[in-house]
């Protein structure tokens, strides 16, 4: 699904930024497929090697928890690129257009801001993270780097948040 229509480079250069954000899209896709696949895999052989006794991989539950955080906070991207978040339609059935508009701003601007204290806040500890050399008991992976998910996946999913709404505000313009 394109995220943004031909018709929207009237501002200049936002035809090319819209495709920007739908090559990246489909490269998070990607890498969330690739993520779920190692997942798998990993915990696929963990539980046959316990179940038989003839091996053991001691990081492999490490390794999923930390590959269902990633999905979660990157997929939380794709599922605002395609407008699929939680959302009340209530409220486009019983007010007009202009203050469907209104609360879609606000709605955009709350989430946004939301975002934003989020990665400040997130960025502080996990630059004290990796600042203290914190490792994970098994992968032995920066913490700071896996605490780093939640803030920049929030902030995608903001980016994505806002382009879908102004893409479906001024889709109902146009009607």
């Known amino acids: 699904m394109v995220l943004f229509r031909d018709n929207m480079d009237r501002k200049g250069g936002t035809l090319q930024s819209m495709k920007i954000l739908d090559i990246f899209k489909k490269f998070m896709e990607t890498v969330i497929v690739l993520v779920m696949i190692a997942m798998v895999l990993v915990i696929f052989f963990a539980t046959v090697g316990r179940y038989t006794g003839l091996f053991s991989i001691p990081?492999?539950?490490?390794?999923?928890?930390?590959?269902?955080?990633?999905?979660?906070?990157?997929?939380?991207?794709?599922?605002?690129?395609?407008?699929?978040?939680?959302?009340?339609e209530v409220v486009g059935m019983v007010f007009p257009k202009k203050v469907q508009n209104i609360i879609t701003v606000v709605n955009i601007i709350i989430v946004d801001l939301f975002s934003v204290f989020i990665l400040k806040q997130g960025w502080q500890i996990s630059?004290?993270?990796?600042?203290?050399?914190?490792?994970?008991?098994?992968?032995?992976?920066?913490?700071?780097?896996?605490?780093?998910?939640?803030?920049?996946?929030?902030?995608?999913?903001?980016?994505?948040?806002?382009?879908?709404?102004i893409n479906k505000i001024r889709t109902k313009e146009e009607k």
């Open 59 to 88: 990081w492999s539950e490490e390794f999923a928890r930390y590959s269902m955080i990633a999905m979660t906070y990157l997929g939380a991207m794709i599922a605002a690129s395609r407008g699929s978040h939680f959302a009340v």
């Open 127 to 165: 630059n004290k993270m990796l600042t203290q050399g914190k490792l994970s008991p098994m992968l032995e992976w920066p913490l700071g780097l896996v605490y780093m998910l939640i803030p920049v996946g929030l902030v995608l999913m903001a980016i994505y948040f806002t382009a879908f709404n």
